[in-house]
């Protein structure tokens, strides 16, 4: 059974650069079948998609936030990490890391999610 | 980007109605349509996808259908675990972009 944990700080100050990483358990990144995303969720609202990488290193990203999110992988680890720079109140949510089936793109496997506040 | 909008946002229903969830996608999306149901406080979890097929492990209750715009999500006996957010998400393109969501209250 796959699962996915992210990790990191709960805490993040206004204009600095929120770090989070996702480990994957019970199957491996490198299988070519899958893409590795990251989507969020503020308090009481709807899911927005972030963006996600595939096992070569190729990325997608929303282009509402694609000046400030860089989304990278280690095989070697079976983690992958998102950073998003110069955060604003505006980017506390919860975040969830969560695979996707590459031939047809449905979310079959989400972590349990980590909040994330920005605040001085 | 493409805009999905579900429609009601909110509804009330009882134990062993059937309920009936719509989303419209902003253009052409062929089946490539997911469904998911949210609980507070979890994740998400997939239902449907490719628009009509039953995710591993969900009871057969929950049925999808539709394609090119036009999309459906049908409880035909809903139960007190199926009071929750649903949403749907296109996998046609990036960026993915959900439903704002449907919350089905108990009556």
């Known amino acids: 059974q796959v699962q996915l944990q992210e990790s990191g700080p709960g805490l993040v100050k206004p204009s600095q650069t929120l770090s989070l990483t996702c480990t994957v358990s019970?199957?491996?990144?490198?299988?070519?079948?899958?893409?590795w995303n990251w989507i969020r969720q503020p308090a009481g609202k709807g899911l927005e998609w972030i963006g996600r990488?595939?096992?070569?290193?190729?990325?997608n990203y929303n282009p509402s936030l694609k000046s400030r999110v860089t989304i990278s992988i280690d095989t070697s680890k079976n983690q992958f990490t998102l950073n998003l720079s110069s955060v604003t109140v505006a980017d506390t949510a919860v975040y969830y890391c969560?695979?996707?089936?590459?031939?047809?793109?449905?979310?079959?496997?989400w972590g349990q999610g980590t909040l994330v506040t920005v605040s001085s | 980007d493409i805009q999905m909008t579900q429609s009601p946002s909110s509804l009330s229903a009882s134990v062993g109605d059937r309920v009936t969830i719509t989303c419209r996608a902003s253009?052409?999306?062929?089946?490539?349509l997911n469904w998911y149901q949210q609980k507070p406080g979890k994740a998400p979890t997939l239902l449907i996808y490719?628009?009509?097929s039953l995710q591993s492990g969900v009871p057969s209750s929950f049925s999808g259908s539709g394609s090119g715009t036009d999309f459906t999500l049908t409880i035909s006996s809903l139960q007190p675990e199926d009071f929750a957010t649903y949403y749907c998400?296109?996998?046609?393109?990036?960026?993915?972009?959900f439903g704002q969501g449907t919350k089905v209250e108990i009556k």
């Open positions: 969560v695979r996707d089936v590459a031939v047809s793109g449905q979310f079959d496997y």
């Open positions: 019970g199957g491996s990144i490198s299988s070519g079948n899958y893409y």
């Open positions: 990488i595939y096992t070569s290193g190729i990325t």
């Open positions: 253009q052409s999306i062929g089946s490539n």
């Open positions: 490719g628009a009509s």
């Open positions: 998400q296109q996998s046609y393109i990036t960026p993915r972009t």
